[in-house]
Structure formats: C-alpha cells, structure tokens
C-alpha cells in the first residue's frame, strides 16, 4: 500500500568544492545530527543538498555556521511497494489532476519497499491523492 506523508526539508547551497560532502557530514555528526534523506548535486561551481535531519533545525544553524545558504520548504515523504508498476499509477494520477512532479528521490533499502521523496506543484493535493 502506498502511504506518504509531508516532511521539512533544508536545500543547502554551497560552493562545489573537493570535500564539501566530507566536510558538511563531518559537522552533522559531531552535533549528533543523522541524515534520513539525502540529494545532492553539483552544477558549475554551486553545490546543492536537499537534507531531511532528525533534527533539521539544528542541521540549518550547522550549514548557516558553515557559510552555506540554508532554506526550508514542504516536501513529501512516499513509501511504496518495490515492484514494477507501482510508481506508474501515482505519476499518472497526478498528471491527470494538472499537477506537476517536480522532483523525486528514493531508494529500496529492504528490497520490499520504496523509501522516497517527491516534490509536485500542489503538495498538499498530492498527499491526498496518494494517500486515498
């Protein structure tokens, strides 16, 4: 059964530098900080991490402290069987309702399921639809 729920997530924006990984996790573990989602990416000479904390608030002072810039937005969190087809239903009912996936991210730790987060136009629309 495919269950999501809305979570707060931090886009960090810094410099795209050999280390910077090393050195953000580094901060987050020494404060005793544990990352549940992780995305990031370099594109010229930015970096950008979308991160979902156990303790987001004070992730975003660690990355402010650091020089980053820090925001926070909404997002969702969506658990779904690891199967093929799963994903298919949720993307088209979305897109039959006029609302735009914006971004998806996850993974199948345990093999039976999908542990993932997604972003659309409409977030508190798309909670609803998925959770029906």
């Known amino acids: ?5 809305m979570v707060d997530q931090l886009l960090v924006s810094t410099p795209n530098e050999v280390g910077t990984l090393g050195n953000l996790t580094e901060a987050l573990l020494s404060a005793g900080v544990n990352i549940l989602h992780l995305c990031a990416y370099a ?11 156990s303790d987001n608030d004070k992730c ?18 969506i658990e779904f069987e690891n199967k ?5 239903p949720i993307a088209k009912n979305l ?3 006029g609302i ?10 345990d093999g039976n399921n999908i542990l993932g987060i997604i ?4 977030n508190d629309a798309a909670l609803q639809m998925i959770n029906e």
């Not at 059964?1 to 729920?5: D, F, G, I």
């Not at 735009?100 to 730790?109: H, K, N, V």
């Open 1 to 5: 059964m495919t269950k999501a729920r």
């Open 43 to 53: 594109e010229g000479d930015k970096g950008s991490f979308m991160i979902i904390s």
């Open 60 to 77: 975003a002072e660690i990355m402010k402290n650091m020089g980053y810039e820090v925001s926070k937005s909404k997002t969702m969190e």
């Open 84 to 88: 093929p087809g799963t994903l298919a």
């Open 95 to 97: 897109a039959e309702n």
């Open 100 to 109: 735009d996936i914006q971004y998806i991210f996850g993974t199948s730790a």
């Open 119 to 122: 972003s659309t136009s409409d």
